[in-house]
């Protein structure tokens, strides 16, 4: 059964970092991608970025530039290192794992295999 544990969510002034982790009950080199999602309250779960099996990494133009995703294979664990936050970013954040193809629904939560339980991230202002 895999599963995808979510740590280092909190409550962070605007302008300021965190580290999120998700740490795989298994290699994370079996799957073709391992992402991180956000969900604000009323709004549809949203990609922030993903990072394929190759290394290859994309960040959402939303983060791009203040968030980077990152991962220790060896420890079965991928990171999204964000900086710069903002309050539009408080979300619960979400840590994913696909083993489909990156061909189709990129960016579509239906296109991603495996969820965390997620983690809050609060941003004031």
């Known amino acids: 059964q895999v599963q995808l544990v979510e740590s280092g969510g909190g409550l962070v002034q605007a302008g300021g970092s965190l580290r999120l982790s998700c740490e795989a009950s298994?290699?994370?080199?079996?799957?073709?991608?391992m992402g991180w999602y956000r969900q604000a309250p009323g709004k549809q779960r949203e990609l922030v970025a993903y990072?394929?099996?190759?290394?290859?990494?994309f960040h959402a133009g939303a983060v791009k530039g203040r968030f980077t995703i990152s991962r220790d294979t060896a420890k079965r664990m991928v990171y999204l290192q964000m900086n710069s936050l903002k309050p539009e970013d408080t979300a619960v954040y979400y840590c994913?794992?696909?083993?489909?193809?990156?061909?189709?629904?990129?960016?579509?939560?239906?296109?991603?295999?495996?969820w965390g339980q997620g983690t809050q991230v609060t941003v004031s202002s």
């Open positions: 298994g290699s994370i080199l079996s799957y073709n991608a």
């Open positions: 990072i394929t099996r190759s290394g290859t990494t």
């Open positions: 994913a794992a696909r083993d489909q193809s990156m061909v189709i629904l990129v960016s579509d939560p239906n296109g991603w295999d495996y």
